[in-house]
C-alpha cells in the first residue's frame, strides 16, 4: 500500500520538505508533497527524524522554566516528542528575571518545544493547539510551531550540533527493519484515484489545459521540458496528452470526434425522440449458396447476372418494402477471401440470415459468417436454400448446425429457420415475416432529428439531406446528390437507408464511419489531422532496406521480393487483394506493396512500376492511353483482371514454381462511341471511330466506361457503311454491335484485344 508525502508529513508534525530530504537521502530522489511511497519507508523516515526530535526534548527537560502566560498559535498539527534517556547541554539566553531554553534544532525543521505531560489536554484540529496550565508553577508547556521552510536540503542545512548521519548509519536505516511493535502500527491512508478527463483524438495545448484546470503556460513549460517547442493554440497527439494529464495526476479517456458530435446531441430534446427504423439484414454464407439469388427473388432483379463469374465481389445493400414497413439488406461476398468484408457487415447489422444450401451442407465459409454474426452479438435466421432440388436434405443441414452451437426452433432452441427456394420463390415471404418478427423483439428505435450518421454505406442515425458536409474517415465531401439502391434521386435519407452519395473530396475507406458537421472549418481540421496521421503510421509501417544490405542478401540467397502495385476499382478490393496476397509470400520469396489506389492505371503508377522493377495488377480498372503507350516504352508489365480468384491463382503459382503457361493479353484497338442507333430485330449498334490499332470480327472486346470495365464479350456485328468488315483499321469509321448487350452510350470507348497463351520457363 502507499501513502503520499504530505500524509507522512502531517501524521509526524513535520514539514513536506523535510519528509522530501529525507528520501533524498536515502536515495530516493523526484518526489513532491502529492508523491506516492510505499508505506515500508515510513518507519525508516521516522528513525531518522527520532534521534533531533529526543535532543530537542532532553535539552529543555531539565531546564528551569518560569512561568509565562498561555501561548495560542496555528499549526498544522500537534508535535509529539518522544523522551530520550540521553541529555544534552544547551544554552540559556536570560532576559530579565527570565530563563528561557533556546532551540537548537535544524534550521529547516520545525521549531518543536517539548510540553509536560498532561493528564488531560485539549487539542484544536482548525489549526490552532492550545494546552491547559500545569499544576506547578515553575513549568508552563510550550507550543511546538511547525514553520514551511523552502530551503536547500537536509544534506547541506544540518547544523553540527546534531550530527550528520554517517555512512554505518545510512546502510543502518536502509536495511530491511524488524517488525515493528504495536505500538508504533503506521495506518496507511487508501489510495485515491485520480480525476478523469474526456479528449478527443487531438487537442490544443490551451484545450488541454482548460480541462485539467491548470495554466496554459504550466502545460507549455512541461512540453518545453521534453524538448517540444509550442504555443497555446498548437495541436498535440493523444499519446503526448496522456503524458502530459498523467503529470498532472489526470487519467485520459480518449473518444472520437463522432463520439463528441452524439455525446453533444445528446442534450438536444428533439434528438431525444426515438422512432422505430428498418432493421438492416446481413445475408452471409458460403460461395455459390444462393446469397444473391435470394436478394434476387426479393428485389425481383437480376444482381447476380451483373458480376463477374456470377460472384459478388462487393458489398452492396438494398432495401425492400414489405406492406408499410421497410428492411434493408446487405449482401457480402462469400468466398474467404473476403472474410473481412464480410466482417464489416455483420459489424452494422441488425439481423444476420445465414444461407444453406440444402444440397451442400454446412462449409468453411459458412462457419466464419457464423462466427462473425456471434462476434457482432446479433441474432441469426438460417435460410435453408435449394429445397426444390432432388438431392436436397433439410434435416441434415439442421443436425450439423446443431453440431456448431446453432440450435433451431424445432429442436429446442432460440434459431428461426426458414426452407426456402430463391429459384421458384418458395417461402420468401415467411422468411420476410421471420425477419420482422425478430425486429420487432429487437424493438430497434433511432433519432431522425439528430445530425446523420452512420457507416459507408448506410445512414444509422439521423437523417442524411443535400448540402450536409459530412466526414468519412480520412475523407471529407459534402451532398451534392443522393441516389438510392435502385438508382433513384433522393433529396434526404432516413435512418436504416441505404444511399449513393455523390461530393466526396476523396476514397474512403469500405466500412468507415461517417458523421455529419455542422462546422465546416471543424470538419475540414478534422480530415487534415487524420490525413496527416494515416501519412505518418504508412510511412513507420514502410520498411527500408539500404542497397549495401540488398546486395548483400540477393548475393547470399537469403531473400528475393516481388514488388506489385495493385490498383483497383473500389478502396475494399484494394484492401483484400493486399491482405491475400501478402500472405501468399513466404521466407524465401516475399510480396512486396509499394503501391495501390483506386481508379485507373496511370503514367506515374507506371514509372514507379519501372523505378522498382514491379508488376501493375489492374482489378476491374484499365491503364489509361498514355499510360499503356509509356507502359510498351519501359516494359512494364501490367496484368488486368476482373474475378480475384485470378489474380491469387496466378501469383501463387509464380511463387510456388508451378508456371504454367502465360495468358497474355494482346491489345488490338480502341473504337470511341461517338453515335448511337436502336435497329429493328438487331438492337443497339454503337457508331464508333477507330482512335488506335485496329477491331476484328472476331475479337474480344470491353465496354470501357469512365475508365471502369463494364461490359465483356464479343462482338455480335461490325460494319462499314452497310457491308460485313472483318476488320476495321485506325482513322475509319465503323458500325458495332455487342452480344447481348445493349447499354451503349456516347462517349465509351470499345477496346478489343486476343487471348494468347505462351509456354512460360524459369530462367
Known amino acids: 500500500m502507499k501513502v503520499r508525502v504530505y500524509q507522512i508529513a502531517k501524521e509526524m508534525n513535520r514539514s513536506a520538505h523535510e519528509i522530501i530530504s529525507v528520501l533524498e537521502k536515502l536515495g530516493i530522489e523526484g518526489k513532491h508533497h502529492t508523491s506516492s511511497i510505499e508505506d515500508e519507508l515510513v518507519p525508516k523516515i521516522r528513525r531518522y527524524l527520532e534521534p533531533y ?13 518560569v512561568e509565562e502566560p498561555e501561548i495560542e498559535e496555528e499549526i498544522p498539527a500537534p508535535v509529539a516528542i518522544v523522551a530520550s534517556p540521553s541529555k544534552v547541554e544547551e544554552p540559556v539566553v536570560e532576559k530579565g528575571k527570565k530563563k528561557v531554553a533556546k532551540e537548537v534544532l535544524p534550521k529547516e525543521a520545525a521549531r518543536e518545544v517539548p510540553r509536560q505531560p498532561a493528564p488531560a489536554r485539549e487539542i484544536k484540529r482548525k489549526g490552532a493547539v492550545e494546552h491547559p496550565k500545569v499544576a506547578s508553577p515553575s513549568a508552563v508547556p510550550m507550543v511546538a510551531v511547525a514553520e514551511p521552510v523552502s530551503e536547500p536540503p537536509i544534506r547541506e542545512q544540518l547544523p553540527p550540533t ?3 548521519i554517517t555512512e554505518e548509519e545510512l546502510e543502518q536505516l536502509t536495511a530491511p527493519l524488524t517488525p515493528a511493535p504495536a505500538a508504533i502500527a503506521v495506518v496507511s491512508a487508501p489510495v485515491v484515484e485520480r480525476p478523469k478527463i474526456q479528449i478527443s483524438e487531438n487537442i490544443a495545448v490551451k484545450d488541454l489545459a482548460q480541462k485539467m484546470g491548470v495554466m496554459s503556460k504550466m502545460v507549455l513549460k512541461k512540453l518545453l521540458d521534453r524538448g517540444i517547442l509550442a504555443n497555446i493554440n498548437q495541436n498535440i497527439d493523444l499519446k503526448l496528452a496522456e503524458q502530459l494529464a498523467s503529470d498532472f495526476g489526470f487519467d485520459v479517456n480518449v473518444t472520437s470526434y463522432e463520439e463528441v458530435v452524439a455525446k453533444e446531441q445528446e442534450t438536444d430534446e428533439a434528438s431525444r425522440v426515438l422512432v422505430t427504423r428498418p432493421p438492416v439484414v446481413t445475408i452471409m454464407g458460403h460461395v455459390d449458396h444462393g446469397k444473391t439469388s435470394l436478394l434476387d427473388a426479393i428485389r425481383e432483379t437480376n444482381v447476380a447476372g451483373g458480376e463477374s463469374g456470377g460472384i459478388t465481389q462487393h458489398i452492396g445493400a438494398y432495401q425492400v418494402k414489405v406492406g408499410q ?14 472474410t473481412r468484408m464480410r466482417a464489416r457487415g455483420a459489424q452494422v447489422t441488425d439481423i444476420v440470415v445465414l444461407v444453406v444450401a440444402a444440397d451442400d451442407g454446412v462449409m468453411p465459409q459458412t ?3 457464423i462466427d462473425h454474426a456471434k462476434a457482432a452479438k446479433v441474432p441469426i435466421i438460417v435460410a435453408i436454400n435449394k429445397i426444390d432440388k432432388p438431392e436436397s436434405n433439410p434435416d441434415r443441414i439442421k443436425r450439423q448446425l446443431a453440431t456448431h452451437d446453432i440450435l433451431i426452433e424445432e429442436y429446442g432452441g432460440e434459431t428461426v429457420c426458414v426452407e426456402i427456394s430463391a429459384r421458384k420463390r418458395t417461402n420468401i415471404p415467411t422468411l420476410l415475416e421471420m ?11 433511432s433519432s431522425p432529428n439528430r445530425l446523420a450518421a452512420g457507416t459507408v454505406v448506410l445512414v444509422q442515425n439521423g437523417t442524411l439531406k443535400a448540402g450536409d458536409v ?30 449513393e452519395v455523390l461530393g466526396s473530396q476523396g476514397v474512403p475507406q469500405a466500412g468507415d464511419a461517417f458523421q455529419v458537421f455542422k462546422d465546416e472549418f471543424k470538419a475540414r481540421s478534422i480530415v487534415a489531422f487524420r490525413q496527416a496521421k494515416a501519412k505518418e503510421i504508412a510511412a513507420k509501417s514502410t520498411s527500408r532496406l539500404s542497397l549495401d544490405q540488398l ?5 547470399q540467397g537469403e531473400i528475393r521480393e516481388l514488388p506489385i ?10 484492401e483484400v487483394l493486399k491482405d491475400t496476397l501478402t500472405k501468399l509470400g513466404t521466407e524465401e520469396v516475399k510480396i512486396r506493396m509499394i503501391h495501390s489506389g483506386t481508379g485507373a492505371v496511370t503514367s506515374s503508377d507506371v514509372l514507379l512500376a519501372s523505378a522498382s522493377n514491379a508488376i501493375i495488377v489492374a482489378y476491374n480498372v484499365r491503364p489509361e492511353p498514355k499510360a499503356r503507350e509509356l507502359a510498351e516504352k519501359e516494359k512494364v508489365d501490367i496484368r488486368t483482371y476482373t474475378v480475384i480468384y485470378s489474380v491469387v491463382n496466378e501469383i501463387k503459382a509464380a511463387l510456388s514454381g508451378l508456371l504454367r503457361p502465360t495468358i497474355k493479353e494482346v491489345f488490338l484497338g480502341t473504337a470511341e462511341v461517338r453515335d448511337t442507333f436502336r435497329i429493328p430485330k438487331v438492337g443497339m449498334v454503337a457508331g464508333s471511330y477507330i482512335v488506335s490499332g485496329k477491331l476484328n470480327r472476331n475479337a474480344q472486346v470491353r465496354l470501357v466506361r469512365d475508365n471502369v470495365v463494364i461490359y465483356e464479350g464479343k462482338i455480335s456485328s461490325l460494319r462499314r457503311f452497310k457491308e460485313d468488315a472483318s476488320e476495321v483499321k485506325e482513322g475509319f469509321e465503323c458500325g458495332v454491335g455487342l452480344e447481348n448487350y445493349n447499354d451503349i452510350k456516347v462517349g465509351d470507348y470499345i477496346e478489343a484485344f486476343a487471348i494468347e497463351k505462351i509456354a512460360r520457363h524459369l530462367e
Open 53 to 65: 526530535a529526543k535532543r530537542a526534548e532532553v535539552a529543555h527537560k531539565d531546564e528551569e522554566v
Open 162 to 164: 546534531p550530527p550528520s
Open 325 to 338: 414497413r421497410g428492411i434493408t439488406f446487405i449482401d457480402t461476398p462469400g468466398h474467404e477471401a473476403f
Open 367 to 369: 462457419l466464419e459468417a
Open 435 to 445: 425477419i420482422l418478427l425478430v425486429a420487432d423483439i429487437l424493438d430497434l428505435k
Open 470 to 499: 459530412y466526414v468519412v474517415g480520412a475523407v471529407m465531401g459534402r451532398v451534392r446528390a443522393m441516389f438510392d439502391d435502385r438508382g433513384a434521386k433522393m433529396k434526404e435519407a432516413t435512418p436504416g437507408n441505404p444511399v
Open 551 to 555: 546486395f548483400s542478401k540477393i548475393q
Open 565 to 574: 502495385i495493385v490498383k483497383a476499382d473500389v478502396q475494399g478490393s484494394i
